[in-house]
């Protein structure tokens, strides 16, 4: 079982960053694939962001790029979203998944681990 626990979330301005991070309570978090997804309120779950268990693949959903840096620490288990440049519409509560198979997949029935989440909030 891997248990994931985000941190990092809080209120923001506009224009403003913050920086999500995912521990992940694993032995072999090196061969899980990550990913970022985010859910506002009356919105479907979408993927953000995701970071293949090597490190050197990250995807990214088309609203994202440029503003969202996904990376990882394989040494401390611990998966990151760095977020710039915010906009009132990236407000949402961030969750952070483990992918068994060790991909970055955008289809959210294939990860296998889900966290919590932690909220975002950007005002205007």
């Known amino acids: 079982q891997v248990q994931l626990v985000e941190s990092g979330g809080g209120l923001v301005q506009a224009g403003g960053s913050l920086r999500l991070s995912c521990a992940a309570s694993v032995r072999t978090f090196s061969t899980y694939g990550m990913g970022w997804f985010r859910q506002a309120p009356g919105k479907e779950r979408e993927f953000v962001a995701g970071i293949r268990r090597s490190g050197g693949s990250t995807n990214y959903a088309d609203s994202v790029k440029g503003r969202f840096t996904i990376s990882r620490d394989n040494a401390k288990n611990t998966v990151y979203l760095q977020m710039n440049s915010l906009k009132a519409e990236d407000t949402a509560v961030y969750y952070c998944?483990?992918?068994?198979?060790?991909?970055?997949?955008?289809?959210?029935?294939?990860?296998?681990?889900w966290g919590q989440g932690t909220q975002v909030t950007v005002s205007s």
């Open positions: 998944a483990a992918d068994q198979s060790g991909a970055a997949t955008t289809i959210i029935r294939l990860y296998d681990y």
